[in-house]
């Protein structure tokens, strides 16, 4: 059965940085495209990076270029976003989502979310 | 423009039919994808590439397209299908990944 469960959400300080990670199983994160996405409360939804398969190209949303960076570790089936200068904005849940074709958009799977709040 | 633009909220009597429509210029070259949301849920894709449907969607969603519009067709609507809908597409980059802002559908 493919799942995704994604950790690290918590409480963060405006300018600090967070972890998230986002363990897969029931397929292998190197074979396919792989994305956060966000939702802030209330909020709609918004894609913050991919990866995609086999090649690990990476894509960032402007808004989040240049702070963030995606990234896996085959050897754990995992999938990472390093978030750093995080601002009140970001605050969000993310989400950890399956590409089913390349870098398409098509998301079969996802996670439940993690919450990350950005706050003094 | 790298933007989808979706109506904030539609309504439906129960067993009718509904469109929901998505605008971009990157849909003139892209399909859109269409996924679910329920409140405290995760989306769930509903609609993908011209007009296909994942295993446990359905029948009665279905996808369609014209020049920079997309559409999301419910026909017969369920109570079950009140939540919100999103479409996306890549943009005309093909770097990124853009989200309408989503619409609200209520089952009266």
């Known amino acids: 059965e493919v799942q995704v469960l994604e950790s690290g959400g918590g409480l963060v300080q405006p300018g600090g940085s967070l972890r998230l990670s986002c363990v897969a199983s029931?397929?292998?994160?190197?074979?396919?495209?792989m994305s956060w996405v966000r939702q802030a409360p209330g909020k709609g939804l918004e894609w913050v990076s991919g990866?995609?398969?086999?090649?690990?190209?990476?894509y960032y949303a402007d808004s989040v270029k240049g702070r963030f960076t995606i990234s896996r570790d085959n050897s754990k089936n995992t999938l990472h976003l390093q978030m750093s200068s995080l601002r009140a904005e970001d605050t969000a849940v993310y989400y950890c989502?399956?590409?089913?074709?390349?870098?398409?958009?098509?998301?079969?799977?996802w996670g439940q979310g993690t919450l990350v709040t950005v706050s003094s | 423009s790298s933007e989808l633009t979706q109506d904030p909220a539609v309504s439906v009597a129960l067993g009718q039919t509904v469109r929901i429509t998505c605008q971009g210029d990157?849909?003139?070259?892209?399909?859109a994808t269409w996924y679910q949301q329920k409140p405290g849920q995760a989306p769930v894709l509903v609609i993908y590439?011209?007009?296909n449907r994942p295993t446990g969607i359905p029948d009665r969603f279905s996808g369609s397209s014209s020049g920079n519009t997309a559409s999301l067709t419910i026909t017969g609507a369920q109570a079950e299908d009140e939540a919100d809908y999103y479409c996306?597409?890549?943009?005309?980059?093909?770097?990124?990944?853009?989200f309408g802002g989503g619409t609200k559908l209520t089952v009266l």
């Open positions: 989502a399956k590409d089913y074709v390349s870098f398409s958009g098509w998301f079969d799977y």
């Open positions: 029931g397929f292998t994160v190197s074979t396919y495209a």
């Open positions: 990866i995609s398969g086999r090649g690990g190209i990476t």
């Open positions: 990157s849909l003139r070259n892209s399909y």
């Open positions: 590439g011209k007009n």
């Open positions: 996306n597409s890549r943009d005309s980059s093909g770097n990124h990944l853009i």
